[in-house]
């Protein structure tokens, strides 16, 4: 299946999720992260959801990172197709950008070969941990510049698309896990 294909399809199957499901379902997710082994590493990147479009809540994933003394890298749009990640601290102001995501103000900016642990926003997913985003290409442009052994992990509402994507480009970058409220799927591991 095709990539554009995708985006119409589960944009309109996260439409239609109720508001309690998708906080229910964020709340598993980030239980669910627990069974994977991160939890030697310190610097955790993940992105805040656009609540307009339904993405994973990802403040109980924080929560649990914070929990476990955990640093949170939070993303900021710095220009076309690049991003700058910033320490979360309790003193961090946010705004929304044009698209509605919640961006740190300002703050303590992480370099990429810090960061152990990456967790992706996607639209949908395939069996081999092709993912498909809002097709900007900002995360595939960030994590070309992390370090190899930086571990990939896509959020996701629904579980794996059994069609495969078909028009995977040679810059997209492979998960390596997806968590789903269902289950956790491993790939290249």
């Known amino acids: 299946m095709l990539k554009h294909e995708l985006r ?35 610097y955790f990147h993940t992105f805040l959801g656009i609540e307009e479009n339904k993405e994973v809540d990802t403040l109980p994933l924080i929560t649990l990172l914070q929990g476990k003394d955990k640093n949170v890298v939070i993303p900021k749009v710095s220009g076309e197709n690049s991003m700058e990640n910033y320490l979360l601290t309790d003193n961090t102001a946010f705004r929304k950008n044009k698209w509605h995501i919640p961006e740190p103000v300002d703050g303590i900016i992480v370099p990429e070969d810090k960061i152990d642990v990456v967790f992706l926003p996607l639209l949908a997913f395939d069996e081999h941990g092709h993912r498909v985003g809002y097709g900007k290409g900002y995360y595939d442009t960030f994590l070309h510049k992390c370090r190899k052994e930086t571990i990939k992990i896509g959020l996701s509402f629904f ?13 997209d970058v492979t998960l390596d896990y997806c968590v789903t409220p269902e289950k956790v799927y491993t790939f290249n591991r």
């Open 159 to 171: 579980k794996a698309e059994e069609t495969l994507i078909t028009d995977v480009h040679e810059n």
């Open 8 to 42: 119409k399809k589960y944009k309109q199957m996260r439409a239609e999720l109720s508001d309690v499901s998708a906080s229910d379902f964020s709340i598993l997710l980030a239980n669910h992260v627990l069974q994977i082994p991160i939890w030697d590493f310190f």
